[in-house]
């Protein structure tokens, strides 16, 4: 090679690196198809099983008189809404399931959470309450109810507590595997350079467990309106389950899916609600 060529590529300039800005326009750009591709699914599947149960009803695949087409039901229901009679039953009741779903979910949460840190990060605590907990968590929480009834009597209390133990279970247990298995090189480095076990429990241990915490609060929270509405079946002279049951008893099957549309909004704005403070305490869940 002549010394010419050689000078000739010894001048070319350095590769430049990645423009920070374009990296970043990059990342907002893929963010947006996801949001977009996300949401698209959320809507279009929903829509497509509303749409088979339409025409399922219409062929007759289905009887109509106990499982009505979802054009009649929303009919009828906008007919009650006019009326002021459904707008009025279904915030009565839905204002009574909330006022216990509330505090349950909110007192079997922290109860959960505070169990399954302990259980996480002191062995004498998993080993000495981890039986306990393997051998009551596969009992249906609905099962419960009727000794909570015995101890507490018919009533709110009741339901709450009931409620708070079906959340108890989801969050302690996914709080204890967070813990237990978040990254151990982390902990490796805090022991290494001696950092404070406080410190190292606050900044290292509790973010890793992030995710699987917000796993256990979902969980519980799907769980929180099956224990309440079941729990409301026979113990609540109000609220979204006394509502159903006695919608059906009376073959009021218009009155009966509106029930079930009103816990199916609960369970979406909670979601929402979950998908907020997830953004905020972990936003690296969302890359």
């Known amino acids: 090679m002549s010394t010419d060529a050689h000078a000739r590529r010894t001048a070319l300039p350095p590769a430049s690196a990645p423009d920070d800005d374009a990296v970043y326009q990059h990342a907002l750009r893929a963010r947006r198809r996801r949001t977009v591709y996300r949401i698209s699914l959320g809507v279009a599947v929903p829509l497509a099983l509303i749409l088979l ?4 009803g219409a062929l007759g695949v289905m009887d109509t008189r106990f499982i009505p087409r979802p054009s009649t039901v929303v ?3 906008a007919d009650g809404f006019v009326n002021g009679t459904l707008a009025a039953e279904l915030a009565e009741h839905g204002a009574a399931s ?3 779903l509330a505090p349950g979910f909110l007192l079997g949460a922290f109860a959960g959470l505070v169990m399954g840190l302990l259980m996480g990060v002191f062995d004498a605590v998993k080993f000495g309450f981890g039986p306990v907990i393997s051998a009551t968590f596969p009992i249906p929480k609905v099962a419960i109810y009727p000794l909570l ?3 507490f009597g018919i009533g709110d209390l009741s339901i709450v507590l009931a409620v708070a133990i079906g959340v108890f279970y989801m969050v302690c247990v996914n709080t204890m595997s967070g813990v237990v298995y978040s990254n151990p090189v982390y902990r490796d480095v805090a022991t290494a350079f001696q950092i404070p076990k406080r ?3 606050l900044k290292i241990v509790l973010p890793g467990a992030l995710p699987s915490i917000m796993a256990g609060i979902r969980l519980g929270l799907g769980v929180s309106l ?3 509405v079941a729990t409301e079946f026979v113990g609540a002279q109000a609220g979204m389950g006394y509502y159903i049951w006695t919608s059906w008893q009376t073959l009021n099957i218009t009155a009966m899916f509106s029930g079930l549309v009103v816990i199916s909004l609960f369970g979406v704005l909670s979601t929402w609600l ?3 403070i997830e953004v905020r305490l972990i936003p690296w869940s969302r890359l």
Request: no cysteine; net charge negative.
């Open 75 to 77: 009919a009828e229901m």
């Open 274 to 276: 979950l998908d907020v």
């Open 226 to 228: 099956i224990v309440l």
């Open 98 to 100: 909330l006022l216990r």
């Open 53 to 56: 149960w339409e025409a399922a």
């Open 149 to 151: 009834i015995v101890l």
């Open 199 to 201: 410190i190292e429990y």
